[in-house]
């Protein structure tokens, strides 16, 4: 079969192609399930945790849980009870909401009366240092020259 191709070039008309291609190195790959990871392991030294939180819409700012939904953002004064703040304002859908409304809310930051309103609330992970750090945050240096001291005593031979 090899004296009828031009060049003696493997393709696609070799049928042992896949034990040619393989490097001697290489191992099959396992089949069935995974492995459980080992969880005696070490561990990072922060956990976050999760945080969930309403923010509003315009600043980004975090409200409290005790809000009233019906006043103002206590920064931008954006109005709380709009269509923007609302975990049903979904651009891409029929008057953008995924409840069905009957009428169609022309101003989506502006307040509102709906009955289907419920406040946008959000997961995200708490960056704050907390009481299960391993290490405490370092003070910042105050000028130049003292973060230059502090990258040279990096490199000091000890004496």
Same mark, same amino acid.
Request: glycine share 6%; net charge positive; with cysteine.
């Given at each position: 079969?090899?004296?009828?191709?031009?060049y003696?070039?493997r393709?696609?008309?070799?049928?042992?192609?896949?034990?040619?291609?393989?490097?001697?190195?290489?191992?099959?790959?396992p089949?069935?399930?995974?492995?459980?990871l080992?969880v005696?392991?070490?561990r990072?030294?922060?956990?976050l945790?999760?945080?969930?939180?309403?923010?509003? /819409?315009? $600043?980004?700012?975090?409200? +409290?849980?005790? =809000?009233?939904? *019906?006043?103002?953002?206590?920064? %931008?004064?954006?109005a709380?009870?709009?269509c923007?703040?609302?975990?049903?304002?979904?651009?891409?859908?029929? /008057?953008? $909401?995924?409840?069905?409304? +009957?009428?169609? =809310?022309?101003? *989506?930051?502006q307040?509102?009366? %709906?009955?289907l309103?419920?406040?946008?609330?959000?997961?995200?992970r708490?960056?704050?240092?907390?009481?299960?750090?391993?290490?405490?945050?370092?003070?910042?240096?105050?000028?130049?020259?003292?973060?230059r001291?502090?990258?040279?005593?990096?490199?000091?031979?000890?004496?």
């Open positions: 079969m090899d004296d009828d191709r031009r003696r070039q393709g696609y008309q070799d049928s042992d192609r896949e034990s040619r291609d393989r490097r001697p190195g290489d191992r099959p790959k089949s069935g399930p995974r492995p459980p080992d005696t392991g070490p990072l030294p922060r956990l945790q999760n945080v969930v939180a309403a923010r509003c /819409f315009n $600043c980004s700012i975090t409200l +409290p849980p005790d =809000i009233d939904w *019906k006043g103002a953002c206590p920064k %931008c004064g954006a709380l009870h709009c923007k703040q609302c975990a049903h304002f979904e651009p891409s859908t029929r /008057f953008q $909401c995924l409840k069905p409304i +009957p009428a169609r =809310i022309a101003a *989506k930051d307040a509102n009366e %709906c009955e309103f419920s406040p946008r609330v959000t997961v995200a708490d960056a704050a240092p907390g009481g299960n750090n391993a290490a405490a945050p370092r003070e910042a240096p105050r000028s130049p020259t003292d973060a001291a502090a990258f040279d005593n990096l490199f000091k031979k000890p004496e």
